[in-house]
Every structure is written in structure tokens, then in C-alpha cells.
């Protein structure tokens, strides 16, 4: 390798002046509203706000940047599962389980729960994805409806499985699991009792159960 790969290779990504610029442009829109940016040159842009410009910001993604393509909405839950990779209860195991901080990915957090949408120009071929943290006493935040129509099905999926409240939402009902079903599955701290009875798939080193071969 020649001495300016080298140099290219430890620079690490070009800049990246459209993403600049949308986020300067999304910043200048939201104001206070505008938290955090993160920036991988070539490749994407992560955007944080505040939950009260979730759909400010939305709105000027779509008018002022061109995003007018809805790709996806849902919730990410940063915590730790607190039942390690092969869902053990805790009382289960030998010895407690040290709590582990929580990290929030690109552009930050302050809380144990976001919500996430992904939006893309299909004139510029370019995304962003917006995140917005909600408070852990609070799951709550204004439905996405008005802006994007589209986001209706993933708002209920997330409101099912995270148990967020979308405000506003015309119809929050079930999508996958019975009414009277309790718990939200997606949360970390839910317990999956199927990964009790028979390992996950993709899990390693697993012991196996009686009358299983070895092949």
C-alpha cells in the first residue's frame, strides 16, 4: 500500500457536504427543537430531536429536503437484556447480572427508549433517519398520520409491541396479538418463555436435550 492510501485509509470517510447540508438545513427548521447530528460520510445521516419536533421534523424533511418516501417507523428499547443471549431468568441464574449501561447508537440519547423513522428522497437517492427520545415515564408521542399516511400500520405495530401511545392516532387496535394479550414483546425486559423451552436459533454451545442426536 502506497503511503497516500495509507493516508486516505486513516482519514477515514470524505466529507460528505449534502448530508452537511441537510442537517444544517433541518437544524435551521426544528431550532431548539434540533438536538444532535451524526454523519458517516457517503453513506447516511442520523438526525436526534426533541420529541415535541418529531413531527415538525417529519414535516421538514418531506418540504424541505425532498423526502417525500416514508420507508419505516418503529421504537428501539436500549436497555441490556437483562436475560442475557439465551433468555435465562435472572432467578435462574448463578450468580445476579451486573446492570450494563445503555447506549443509544448514533447521534445519542438521554433515555431508554426512542422512536426511529427513515425517510428518503427518491429524486437525490439519499435518507435520513430521525430519532427522538421519549421519556421513561412517559412512552408517549404525536402520531405521524397527518404527514405521512403511511406511517398508520407501523405506528399500531410499535404502540402493540413497545407500548408507545400515539396521540392522535385514529385507531390504535391489535395487529398481530389478541386483545386481551398482556406485556409489550419487544421490550427487553419482557420475558420470551418459548427461549425457556427450546433454545433460540443461532444460539451456540447449547447443551442438548434428552434424545437429541449429536449430528
Known amino acids: 500500500m502506497s503511503s497516500t492510501e495509507a493516508d486516505t485509509t486513516e482519514a477515514g470517510?470524505?466529507?460528505?457536504?449534502?448530508r452537511e447540508a441537510w442537517a444544517a438545513?433541518?437544524?435551521?427548521?426544528?431550532?431548539?427543537?434540533?438536538l444532535e447530528h451524526h454523519i458517516i460520510g457517503g453513506q447516511d445521516l442520523w438526525v436526534?430531536?426533541?420529541?415535541?419536533?418529531?413531527?415538525?421534523?417529519?414535516?421538514?424533511a418531506r418540504d424541505q429536503l425532498g423526502c417525500a418516501f416514508f420507508d419505516w417507523l418503529s421504537a428501539i428499547d436500549?436497555?441490556?437484556?437483562?436475560?442475557?443471549?439465551?433468555?435465562?431468568?435472572?432467578?435462574?441464574?448463578?450468580?445476579?447480572r451486573a446492570a450494563e449501561?445503555?447506549?443509544?447508537?448514533?447521534?445519542?440519547?438521554?433515555?431508554?427508549?426512542?422512536?426511529?423513522?427513515?425517510?428518503?428522497s427518491i429524486t437525490e437517492h439519499r435518507g435520513l433517519t430521525i430519532k427522538a427520545d421519549l421519556p421513561d415515564d412517559d412512552l408517549s408521542i404525536d402520531t405521524l398520520i397527518p404527514v405521512f399516511a403511511g406511517a398508520n400500520?407501523?405506528?399500531?405495530?410499535?404502540?402493540?409491541?413497545?407500548?408507545?401511545?400515539?396521540?392522535?392516532?385514529?385507531?390504535?387496535?391489535?395487529?398481530?396479538?389478541?386483545?386481551?394479550f398482556e406485556g409489550n414483546p419487544l421490550r427487553k425486559d419482557y420475558p420470551l418463555l418459548a427461549r425457556r423451552v427450546k433454545p433460540w436459533p443461532g444460539i451456540v454451545d447449547v447443551e442438548l436435550f434428552p434424545g437429541e442426536d449429536n449430528e
Open 13 to 18: 470517510p470524505p466529507p460528505d457536504e449534502h
Open 153 to 180: 400500520w407501523h405506528e399500531r405495530e410499535a404502540w402493540e409491541m413497545f407500548g408507545i401511545l400515539f396521540h392522535g392516532h385514529p385507531d390504535l387496535r391489535h395487529l398481530y396479538l389478541p386483545g386481551e
Open 101 to 120: 449501561p445503555v447506549e443509544q447508537g448514533h447521534a445519542g440519547g438521554e433515555t431508554r427508549f426512542q422512536m426511529v423513522m427513515r425517510l428518503h
Open 78 to 96: 436500549w436497555l441490556p437484556s437483562p436475560y442475557g443471549r439465551d433468555m435465562n431468568a435472572q432467578e435462574d441464574d448463578p450468580e445476579p
Open 25 to 34: 438545513r433541518l437544524a435551521d427548521a426544528l431550532g431548539d427543537g434540533y
Open 48 to 60: 436526534r430531536v426533541s420529541r415535541e419536533s418529531w413531527v415538525d421534523a417529519a414535516t421538514a
